[in-house]
């Protein structure tokens, strides 16, 4: 293994550049989907990686109930600076699953919460809560079909009905392209490695923006749409978790720029060939593809290289 089985912790930084760039060069769709897989790739390679220092770290405590053979020099002499990283790497990804669970479990229980709250009211695809406070998300639903929109009163009543229509775009284009996925699968990355946390923001950010772009196509104006998402973030309160889509509130990303955004001229269509790499969003993207598939390749170098060691150590000599 050697000091590969260190690099998906910090290619992660690799993914920097192309989080920044991709959400003003890149159409918000290609964005999303882009930046999404990059962190999914990249938080497993990393919590494989810790996995496999773990095995090394707790070979090697006493009254473990592992073969003895795991703990060999042979063993230990694969890993540089054996001691120290398999025992950091213990703690350190138990870090991990506490946050993954956390992250986790609040999604559930806050889908759980908002089901209960909408359980009197008739199954249609727009639920208006009597709430004086202002607020609407996307609420997808355990199969397709039965996604909702939830909104406010209070937040209909601040609105006109064209923004109203905007409004109602904006969230059923979220439940559609199921950003909540996108946002669920970063939130993840995010806890498993925290230099993915500048791809969490991004893909908060394009999610919101390919939305946008949605209701304007959806409406007929964008600047409908940006007086919509402008006037609802004046006054709305925020999504009950980061992992709900909403219009607006602490999880909805930078709302000035959405606006400048909306107000700006239409994004080009997204095509299917990459940036060149001849352009920094395409030197971006390429740098980052490169660090996703350094990271795997290690990943799968250091599991092969280990297990074929703890194979040899398990069996006994003839």
């Given amino acids: 293994m050697g000091v ?6 910090l290619l ?3 993914a920097w550049p192309v989080a920044r760039l991709a959400e003003h060069r890149l159409h918000p769709r ?10 999914v790739v990249l938080a497993l390679c990393s919590t494989l990686c810790l996995m496999l220092l773990m095995v090394v770290g707790t070979a090697q405590l006493p009254g473990n109930p592992l073969p003895d053979g795991w703990s060999d020099p042979e063993v230990r002499a694969a890993v540089p600076y054996d001691e120290i990283a398999g025992r950091l790497a213990i703690p350190a990804l138990g870090a991990v699953v506490l946050g993954c669970a956390h992250a986790l479990v609040r999604h559930l229980r806050v889908r759980r919460r908002v089901e209960r709250a909408l359980s009197g009211l008739p199954g249609r695809p727009v639920a208006v809560l009597p709430d004086p406070v202002p607020y609407a998300y996307a609420l997808p639903g355990r199969r397709r079909g039965r996604d909702r929109v939830v909104v406010s009163a209070g937040l209909l009543g601040a609105l006109g009905s064209a923004e109203r229509r905007a409004l109602f775009a904006h969230e059923r284009a979220h439940l559609k392209a199921r950003h909540h996925r996108h946002l669920l699968a970063v939130e993840l990355a995010a806890r498993a490695n925290p230099f993915l946390r500048p791809l969490r ?18 409406v007929g104006s964008r600047r409908t749409v940006a007086r919509a998402i402008g006037r609802a973030a004046l006054i709305s ?7 709900l889509p909403a219009a607006s509130g602490g999880g909805a990303g930078p709302v000035p720029r959405r606006v400048a955004a909306l107000l700006g ?39 092969v290289t280990l297990f074929l060691l703890l194979r040899a150590a398990a069996t006994p000599l003839a």
Wanted: no cysteine; charged share 10%; aromatic share 8%.
């Fill in 30 to 39: 290609t964005a999303t989907r882009l930046l999404t897989g990059f962190a």
């Fill in 265 to 303: 001229p239409e994004p080009a269509a997204p095509g299917l060939a990459w940036p060149p790499p001849s352009t920094a969003t395409g030197l971006a993207v390429w740098g980052a593809a490169a660090g996703a598939t350094v990271s795997a390749l290690s990943s799968a170098n250091s599991a």
């Fill in 237 to 243: 309160a925020p999504a009950p978790a980061a992992t």
């Fill in 4 to 9: 590969f089985v260190f690099l998906p912790l």
């Fill in 201 to 218: 923001t991004a893909v908060t950010y394009t999610a919101e923006r390919w939305a946008d772009e949605a209701a304007a196509d959806a």
């Fill in 12 to 14: 992660p930084l690799s």
